[in-house]
């Protein structure tokens, strides 16, 4: 007994799905184009397998394994994206909300304690605390390279002090204004390191947004909020 005259339609290949190369980003960082690109060749693969089930051999059908896992793979390829376009909308919010938090410091006077102080008008000052009493104190000042551009001795006292430098270098040539580190390196009499800190106040002028993070303006100085160690009217 024969089944019909009709011919069959050789099986089409389905292709398999791939998830790496050439996608770009939107505003919001989330990978449009690789999203549009899936959503197109689902439904192309949709079509396909509606033809192939339609036109397919009745004595040798299409594998379900093969039919199951590539449903598989293309629904795993689109809930990473759905993720990633989740992700990236609570790390807007997060950077709004930190944004919104950081203009609270605006015309507050703070405690910096990463060691920089801003250069302004010819004059940057630091506090630092010895634990205990010096034999020998040495300060230097590095430039926003990382370059020593002062080097002098420092207060043997324990406890706070304060260092104003007139941003001149040891040649008396005036530095430019900017953010400039101060290092402290203190020694008891028998040559021992002593611990020491060092900590700049300033008066927050400008909050900058511009970047991934926002920054607190100090005079010409940018720090993070996690650098701020105390907050005063």
Known sequence: MTIGSATTTPA??????????????????????????LSG?????????????????????MDSNQFTQQLVEYSQVEQQINTNTNLQTLISQGNSNAAAVTTGYLGKRVSVTNGNASLTNGTATWTYNLGTAAASTSLSVTNAAGTVVYSGP????????????????????????????LTVTATDP??????????????????????????????SMEVSPADIAAVSN
């Open 12 to 37: 089409t290949t389905v292709p398999t799905p791939t998830t790496g190369g050439g996608t770009s980003t939107n505003g919001n960082g989330t990978s449009s184009s690789a999203f549009n690109q």
């Open 41 to 61: 060749n689902f439904q192309t693969f949709l079509t396909l397998l509606t033809t192939q089930l339609k036109n397919q051999d009745p004595t040798s059908p």
């Open 154 to 181: 420092g207060s043997v006292n324990a406890g706070d002090n304060t260092f104003t430098w007139n941003g001149q270098d040891n040649n008396g040539n005036q530095l430019s204004d900017g953010t400039y580190k």
């Open 190 to 219: 028998s040559g021992n390191a002593i611990t020491s800190s060092v900590a700049s106040a300033g008066t927050v002028g400008q909050i900058d947004m511009t970047g991934s993070s926002p920054k607190l303006v100090i005079g």
